[in-house]
Each structure stands twice: as C-alpha cells, then as structure tokens.
C-alpha cells in the first residue's frame, strides 16, 4: 500500500489515527488540485499544433529513440505507448549520474535528473518531428516552468534530450516556429539538452498507467491525455 498519490512506494505501518486523517485529507486536497489542474489543461489545449517545418529525413532506417521529459513519466509513457510506430516507451531519468538515477533521490530535485521517458520508434512510420508535435500537443504543457500539474520541482521539468545535432535542430526549430506563431498564451520553456545518459526507472513504474488506471492520480491527469491523443491524432492512435 502506499500513502502517496504520486511517488515512491511508502511503506504500510500502523498509524495513529490522527496521523491517517491528516493523510486522509491530504489526499482529498491532493486530488482536487489535480481534477482542477486537468481541467485547466484541457480547456488551454485541444488543438492540433502545427507540423514542424524542419523534420528527419524520410530516408533514416532502422528503429531510433528519443527522450523526452514532461512531468511525471507514468502520462508520457502512456501517451507514447498508443502511439503508431512507437515500439517502445520506458519510464527513467535523465540529466544526472547514474548513481543518483534512483527514484528517491530524483525525488528531492537535487539530482540533476528529470523523469524522462525513452521512445524507440521506427522512423518509416513516425518521425521525430512528429513525436514532438504530439509531445506538445497532448502530453504535457510546455508553457510551465519546473512542474507539471500537481507536480513540482526541476525533476519534472519540460526537456528534449537529444542524441545527435539532427536532434537539437529539429526540436529548437519546432520551439521558434511555435513561439513565433503564439500557439501558447505563453512561452515555451523546454531546455533543449544533450542527452548523457538515460537510466530506466524501477519496476514498479514501468507501464503504471496501464497497470493502474483506477488510480486517482492516473485518472485525473494521464488518461486525459491519452483520449486527447485518440481524438485529435487518429491516424496515429493505436489502442
């Protein structure tokens, strides 16, 4: 059992009754920030961004990856797994060191690292460009500064981790073109980084959203973004 809506597992041990109301209302808070959060995000959202004027080349083979952070990991990988040409999504950070890519210390925002997830995809049936047009459009709100919803601090920061220069220009270009046609009320604020290393998450994070779809959390903020996915990107929607 964990106490948190969002998080680390915590340990079951007896409690004071005291201490269990407080943690009782905690999470009613909690939730109300967030039902009020994805309100607010879908009423901002709902259109389908441009695409992106500098793309991949067509010719690229063979599968590639990217890695991208938005808020928690749980709704990016969710998102991404219903994508066509998607062939995989892994929860993990990136950012930091490899000795600290453990979800406790992510958690204190002292790492470096950001919750990331790590698409592999084939090329010939999605592009990069595309990933990062559906990346703005459903996944998270690229306008906010070291948060995501409920969540905050530098571990769920807006980021694009490239891999090559390819990489580095197509996301910056996509940045300029949506900035300078004011597609957000406000700017874009995603660090365009290069990627030193990805660490996969633990077990226990991998495919949550799946997993836990009656999750409060999940509920409220990730699966909102996969029906946006479905509705305003059928041709790239998968169940």
């Not at 607010?40 to 890695?67: F, I, N, R």
């Not at 925002?109 to 010939?124: L, W």
């Not at 197509?170 to 290069?194: G, K, M």
């Amino acid at each position: 059992m964990t106490y948190a809506l969002r998080g680390c597992p915590v340990a079951h041990y007896p409690m004071p009754h005291r201490h269990r109301s407080v943690l009782a209302l905690a999470a009613i808070f909690g939730l109300c920030v967030a039902m009020n959060w994805s309100r607010a995000q879908a009423a901002e959202g709902g259109s389908v961004l441009p695409d992106p004027a500098v793309d991949a080349k067509a010719t690229v083979k063979g599968k590639q990856t990217a890695v991208i952070s938005g808020g928690c990991f749980w709704g990016i990988q969710a998102v991404f797994q219903h994508v066509k040409g998607v062939k995989s999504a892994v929860s993990g950070y990136s950012g930091g060191v490899a000795a600290t890519a453990k979800c406790e210390m992510v958690g204190t925002g002292n790492t470096g690292h950001a919750e990331s997830v790590e698409i592999t995809y084939d090329p010939a049936q999605i592009s990069y460009g595309q990933l990062l047009k559906i990346f703005f459009s459903v996944a998270h709100n690229p306008t906010q500064l070291n948060r995501q919803g409920p969540d905050t601090g530098s571990q769920y920061r807006s980021a694009i981790f490239y891999a090559n220069e390819e990489q580095k220009h197509i996301a910056e270009s996509y940045i300029a073109q949506l900035d300078q046609a004011q597609v957000f009320p406000r700017p874009i604020v995603t660090q365009v980084v290069p990627l030193k290393g990805f660490y996969a998450a633990e077990d226990y994070h991998q495919n949550y959203a799946t997993l836990h779809p009656d999750n409060p959390y999940i509920a409220f903020n990730d699966l909102p973004k996969v029906e946006h996915l479905r509705q305003l990107f059928p041709d790239f929607y998968k169940k």
